[in-house]
Structures are given as C-alpha cells and as structure tokens.
C-alpha cells in the first residue's frame, strides 16, 4: 500500500480510536452492570454514545479517558496494518479487531474486565470478515486453519486461567479465541508466537503492580493480548 494510503488509513483508524473514548467510559463498569447512563458525581443522563469531550456536560467532571490517547491508538495500529496488509478482506478484518481492541484495551485497564457483549461482537464482525474474505479467495484452507487456531488459543488460555494465580480471567480467555481466528488464518506460527508473546508484553506491568500493590495484584491483560496480536500479524506479513 502507498505512503499516501497508509497514511489516509491511520487518519480513519485515529478517529475511530477518538470516538471509542466515550463507549469505553460507558462500559466500564463493575461485572454484571448496564452499562453507565449517568454521571457519578452529578447524576447528568447520557443520551449518545458518540461525543468528543471527556468532561461530564452537566458539571464538567473529567469522567472518560482522553481521547487523544484512544485515537493515538487507533491511528498506529491501522497505520502499521496498512503498511504491513494488502489490500482485501482480511485487511478489514484486522481493522476491525483493532479498533475494537482499543474500546477493549480501554475498558479493561479502567476496570479489569473485558465485556461479554464487546468481546461477542468482536468475534462475530471478525468471523463475517474472514468468511468473505475466504469466500473471494478462495483460501478455504487457511479459513479452516484459522478456526482451528482461534479454537486451540481459546483452550490453552482456559487451561492457564483455571491455575492458582493466572494472570488473567475468562474474558481474556475468550478475547484470546477471537484474535487466534485472524492468527490461524496467518498461519500455525502465528498461533504460537500469538499464545507466548502477551506474557512478555504484560511481563513489565505484572512487575510494577507487584511492587505497588504487592502478592495479590492483577495487572490488565487484555491490552497486552491486543498489543501481541498487533506485532505477530505485522511481523507474520513482513517477516
């Protein structure tokens, strides 16, 4: 893809991130709650969910995350997906997984949970996407190859989440399966490198939040599957 495209294509992914930041403050909340319709500090209703500041405008509370960090996020990743991905369905696929993985990423670190309906639609966007793509090139192999990926990440990650102490919960579990779809379609080594690599990502916050909050402390993994999966579909396209 052109320098031009490349850079047209993080210009669309910064203002999806930049749009995400409001979502992300929605959701983020305690498992087994709606997601939040008012302010917690004044009781002002939410009537969208697509608004560019990050203040409450009823008090003006600073209440979401600064978008600018959300659509740094999402410019980078389409950026280097560009750079990296012909054109074609699978290239929009994952666009599609990153942008979600912003809103992801974002939750997960203000909460330390991944939303079941988030990680659902996650999943079903990148299915449908992967279908058309194997559809119009016919890589039927690599589509089965890619289910078969996203099905061993998920049960390998379920077997870890179960030990005493696993850095992670079920929703990661789950995010794991989905971003082993698009792995598996890359390829086998893609799988691998996609399963071992969040733990040296993560490996540096675990660290901190140790030594913060000590024994018992959980640091977010999600970001750090999302930002693993980034780097192995980057590096798998230009090895």
Request: hydrophobic share 55%.
């Amino acid at each position: 893809m052109s320098s031009t495209s490349v850079a047209l294509c993080g210009f669309v992914g910064g203002v999806g991130g930049l749009l995400t930041a409001w979502p992300a403050y929605r959701f983020s909340v305690a498992w087994g709650e709606p997601p939040r319709s008012t302010c917690a500090t004044c009781g002002f209703s939410f009537t969208t969910w697509v608004r560019l500041k990050h203040r409450c405008a009823g008090c003006g509370t600073v209440s979401a995350v600064n978008p600018v960090w959300t659509a740094l996020a999402g410019a980078t990743s389409f950026a280097l997906l560009a750079w990296a991905l012909p054109v074609s369905f699978f290239l929009i696929a994952c666009l599609f997984m990153a942008l979600s993985g912003v809103l992801l990423s974002v939750v997960d670190l203000k909460v330390q949970r991944l939303p079941d309906p988030l990680v659902l639609v996650t999943f079903l966007g990148t299915a449908a996407l992967l279908t058309l793509h194997a559809a119009v090139t016919g890589t039927w192999p690599q589509y089965a190859r890619g289910w078969l990926g996203g099905g061993a990440l998920l049960l390998a990650y379920l077997v870890f989440a179960v030990l005493p102490g696993a850095p992670m919960g079920l929703g990661d579990v789950k995010l794991a399966g989905v971003l082993g779809l698009v792995l598996g379609y890359a390829g086998w080594s893609s799988v691998f490198l996609g399963a071992i690599l969040p733990f040296v990502v993560n490996g540096p916050f675990a660290v901190v939040a140790l030594i913060r909050r000590g024994r018992k402390a959980r640091s977010p993994f999600g970001p750090a599957l999302l930002v693993a999966w980034l780097i192995v579909v980057v590096f798998a396209a230009h090895p």
